[in-house]
């Protein structure tokens, strides 16, 4: 492994919607990024975003950044809470080499 830090995506849980290769040193690149709200969203598409094998994480109800990520050969979305700071920030990422990162909520 080369000493070249890779950008990282934190996750508290392992959702379903993640494809089984995902894994926190597997090749992932961000290919879009949308701004959207709550609102825009359908039920299907935030049951399908959220859920994990304790449940469903809450989704904020305001504006939303949902991050599409090509992983081992598949596309799959996380949306986050938008801020100004974290629509750069991803944007920065696009088509970028991600590494994704499995955390512990506090």
């Known amino acids: 492994m080369s000493n070249r830090r890779i950008p990282a995506i934190n996750f508290s849980h392992r959702y379903k919607k993640m494809p089984p290769g ?21 039920p299907d598409f935030i049951k399908h975003d959220t859920e994990h094998e304790g449940g469903f994480y809450p989704l904020p109800k305001g504006k939303l950044l949902v991050i599409t990520i090509f992983t081992e050969g598949v596309k799959w979305t996380t949306v986050r809470r938008w801020t100004e700071e974290k629509e750069k920030y991803y944007n920065g990422l696009l088509g970028r080499e991600i590494q994704i990162r499995f955390i512990k909520e506090k």
């Open 22 to 42: 995902v894994a926190t040193f597997c090749e992932s690149f961000i290919c879009g990024i949308e701004v959207k709200h709550y609102n825009d969203l359908t």
